[in-house]
């Protein structure tokens, strides 16, 4: 399927979605998360074709999201391990995580985020990192940023119109 | 493009993606919160064809994240509003929004998260509500939980003993 690349809009949440906007590729994330590393284990438990697995493992490998390593020489293999962008991708996982688990999950949750330390089952926020106010409410807006161009400042006035 | 439907796995995060795991829907997501409601605002706004347009809204408010109103009866005329499920995902969106600022801003910040009462731009982190420690850290894991059927815990199993 042809798509339109987002690549060029100046829009964060598009160029995020850029590289990881294809749900393979976001369970691939995932797991790798979970520690997976190898193309069978994630063939194994993606059940996903090794051409599509192969495809969204080099896009991820391109974005920078995955470091492809030899760890093997005779013969050659190789694994997949998250770099540091790929890591930050953490809170957006597991936002998806606690999204999932409110809306989605009629029998119960199957998967939560437990406290180690205590055994908790952990409520993840979205906060300012500044004063722990969640970014969710009221007080927080988008607005322009110092490299927004006509695009981005029409889409926040339209915003603002509309009173947001 | 035929594609596996995520509908019936366990995992909250595919079950997540299952609903707005593509790009158009996330895209509409954010349009939507930045205020938009009606087609030919986010046509505009997506520069998407009618038809995906059509398709995606529709899948929106199926899977309950956005609801279909009429706002004029003659002639009849509709808006797509946030529902709860819709606006609860705005965490996500804002976790995406700060990594691709992150990641794939080199020329500078277009979109920024501000706080309206201090004019500061915001840092957001997913923290636990009950002790506002980051989530990300070494501290969290997943778990299985009290739902969870077989496929889960091998997922988590595995991912223990890769030291996770």
Same mark, same amino acid.
């Given at each position: 399927? +042809?798509?339109?690349?987002?690549?060029?809009? +100046?829009?964060?949440?598009?160029?995020?979605?850029?590289? *990881?906007?294809?749900?393979?590729?976001?369970?691939?994330?995932?797991?790798?998360?979970?520690?997976?590393?190898?193309?069978?284990?994630?063939?194994?438990?993606?059940?996903?074709?090794?051409?599509?697995?192969?495809?969204?493992?080099?896009?991820?490998?391109?974005?920078?999201?995955?470091?492809?390593?030899?760890?093997?020489?005779?013969?050659?293999?190789?694994?997949?391990?998250?770099?540091?962008?790929?890591?930050?991708?953490?809170?957006?996982?597991?936002?998806?995580?606690?999204?999932?688990?409110?809306?989605?999950?009629?029998?119960?949750?199957? *998967?939560?985020? *437990?406290?180690?330390?205590?055994?908790?089952?952990?409520?993840?926020?979205?906060?300012?990192?500044?004063?722990?106010?969640? *970014?969710?409410?009221?007080?927080?807006?988008?607005?322009?940023?110092?490299?927004?161009?006509?695009?981005?400042? +029409?889409?926040?006035?339209?915003?603002?119109?509309?009173?947001?």
């Amino acid at each position: 399927m +042809q798509r339109k690349s987002l690549g060029n809009t +100046q829009c964060p949440i598009a160029r995020s979605l850029d590289r *990881v906007g294809e749900w393979w590729s976001i369970l691939i994330l995932r797991d790798a998360f979970y520690g997976l590393t190898r193309f069978d284990q994630f063939e194994q438990s993606l059940g996903i074709s090794p051409n599509m697995l192969t495809r969204r493992l080099n896009a991820l490998v391109e974005g920078g999201l995955l470091e492809r390593r030899q760890y093997c020489a005779h013969p050659p293999r190789f694994e997949y391990v998250l770099t540091e962008r790929g890591t930050d991708f953490r809170p957006v996982m597991l936002a998806l995580l606690a999204w999932g688990n409110k809306h989605f999950a009629p029998e119960g949750e199957s *998967v939560t985020l *437990v406290n180690k330390l205590t055994g908790l089952v952990a409520d993840p926020v979205l906060v300012d990192r500044a004063n722990g106010q969640p *970014v969710s409410g009221p007080d927080y807006e988008m607005r322009a940023g110092p490299a927004a161009g006509e695009r981005i400042h +029409q889409r926040i006035a339209a915003a603002r119109r509309a009173g947001r």
